[in-house]
T-cell receptor
Framework: QKEVEQNSGPLSVPEGAIASLNCTYSDRGSQSFFWYRQYSGKSPELIMSIYSNGDKEDGRFTAQLNKASQYVSLLIRDSQPSDSATYLCAVSRPPDKLVFGAGTILRVKS | GAGVSQSPSNKVTEKGKDVELRCDPISGHTALYWYRQSLGQGLEFLIYFQGNSAPDKSGLPSDRFSAERTGGSVSTLTIQRTQQEDSAVYLC???????????FGSGTRLTVV
């Protein structure tokens, strides 16, 4: 079992729809959770962090965390073609590193 | 600086040559990480520096790889006797501390021919 698992996709959504990206992790000791966006040929960019159960909203992005189910998700509302990228889930591996999932490719079609 | 700076951005080298990749982290970030990403693949952890502690080298794929961090700031990743399978994008990241979100540099694309 991988430490951080994501569906590789591609996930295709029409412009204006909600894109839902999911991630599961195996280490119950993980305390910090992050979502990165990576455009083709570019380096990953941090877009969301979440540390406690529940929802955290930032603009069109909402991160959701359920530690009991070891599940993290990212919702993108009003998806735009510019949101097309690979989204990486990262989970802290105590005490000091992040473990990255392989990423989900998102395609937003206009 | 404002962001994590990596140089060179591209490096083409002949098989068997040594290469040095440089990373200048964000000022004040105590943690520095090296990852590599092969085409279409995920991020592979290489090495981690935290302050003045001994580095975590658990991700280095072979003894041809080494890294140092001088003065708690700039880091150099050295690959000796490069092989074709070393071709990848080498990413450096820094963070305020353990478990914090990373800021990545723009990477060095290494091609071994």
């Amino acid at each position: 079992q991988k430490e951080v698992e994501q569906n590789s996709g591609p996930l295709s959504v029409p412009e204006g729809a909600i894109a839902s990206l999911n991630c599961t992790y195996s280490d119950r000791g993980s305390q910090s959770f992050f979502w990165y966006r990576q455009y083709s040929g570019k380096s990953p960019e941090l877009i969301m962090s979440i540390y406690s159960n529940g929802d955290k909203e930032d603009g069109r992005f909402t991160a959701q965390l359920n530690k009991a189910s070891q599940y993290v998700s990212l919702l993108i509302r009003d998806s735009q073609p510019s949101d097309s990228a690979t989204y990486l889930c990262a989970v802290s591996r105590p005490p000091d590193k992040l473990v990255f999932g392989a990423g989900t490719i998102l395609r937003v079609k206009s | 600086g404002a962001g994590v700076s990596q140089s060179p951005s591209n490096k083409v080298t002949e098989k068997g040559k040594d290469v040095e990749l440089r990373c200048d982290p964000i000022s004040g970030h105590t943690a520095l990480y090296w990852y590599r990403q092969s085409l279409g693949q995920g991020l592979e952890f290489l090495i981690y520096f935290q302050g003045n502690s001994a580095p975590d080298k658990s991700g280095l794929p072979s003894d041809r790889f080494s890294a140092e961090r001088t003065g708690g700031s700039v880091s150099t990743l050295t690959i000796q006797r490069t092989q074709q399978e070393d071709s990848a994008v080498y990413l450096c990241a820094s963070s305020l501390g353990p478990g914090e979100g990373y800021t990545f540099g723009s990477g060095t694309r290494l091609t071994v021919v």
